[in-house]
């Protein structure tokens, strides 16, 4: 069964300083790789996907994430946090049953990224 | 464009009671689904639609819960009688194309069950 893990409930940074968000995964076959964010009192919005090519992924908002098949990692990354950027993240693989692509996904646990000024 | 509606935002009831949660998806997407967030957890499947019928239940708790598209339209999630454990935030979401893999999502509706 695919599943997503996000090993930090919480990320601390400081403004202009380089942010990472983790992300693990387990799937069978190759994975679809999604990344999206909850700001406060919204609905969750798409940030980025990788489903096959680069390795890196550029998305929404200056974000980015690096898929790496052999460490089964998909981590969010931006080289300058901003304050606004603070919100919850969610990693998400989509679930396939068999070969058959049932279109839904599977999300990890979340993680707060708090950006201090 | 409208973006995935949802309706109540929050509704607070008691246990025993029941409790309807509305999602209108994005016009022309086939596919719908339902998605919860208990406090802290992950945002866990519930049901998946496209069109009117339902293509994956399987992720519905039990029989107190059901989920109707009536025309393949907007759905209604219907949780009775609620329970304490149903507390959380629903999610809903829609999409066009199963193999395109972005889903859209409602800014959900929060149930608190006292």
């Known amino acids: 069964a695919q599943s997503v893990a996000q090993p930090e409930d919480q990320v601390n940074v400081a403004e202009g300083n380089p942010l990472t968000v983790k992300c693990t995964y387990s799937v069978s076959g190759n994975p679809y790789l999604f990344w999206y964010v909850q700001y406060p009192n919204r609905g969750l919005q798409f940030l980025l996907k990788?489903?096959?090519?680069?390795?890196l992924v550029k998305g929404s908002y200056g974000f980015e994430a690096e898929f790496n098949k052999s460490q089964t990692s998909f981590h969010l990354k931006k080289p300058s946090a901003l304050v606004s950027d603070s919100a919850l993240y969610f990693c998400a693989v989509r679930d396939f049953w068999g070969s058959s692509n049932t279109g839904k996904l599977i999300f990890g646990q979340g993680t707060t990224l708090q950006v201090k000024p | 464009e409208a973006g995935v509606t949802q309706f109540p935002s929050h509704s607070v009831i008691e246990k025993g009671q029941t409790v309807t949660l509305r999602c209108d998806p994005i016009?022309?997407?086939?596919?719908l689904y339902w998605y919860r967030r208990v406090m802290g957890k992950e945002i866990k499947f519930l049901l998946h639609f496209v069109k009117e019928s339902k293509q994956d239940e399987s992720g519905m708790p039990n029989n107190r819960f059901l989920a109707e598209r009536t025309g393949g339209t907007y759905s209604t999630l219907k949780v009775q009688p609620a329970e304490l454990e149903d507390s959380g935030v629903y999610f809903c979401?829609?999409?066009?194309?199963?193999?395109?893999?972005?889903?859209?999502f409602g800014e959900g509706s929060r149930l608190t069950v006292l």
């Open positions: 016009s022309g997407h086939d596919n």
């Open positions: 979401a829609s999409s066009t194309r199963l193999d395109n893999g972005e889903l859209f």
């Open positions: 990788y489903i096959t090519g680069d390795n």
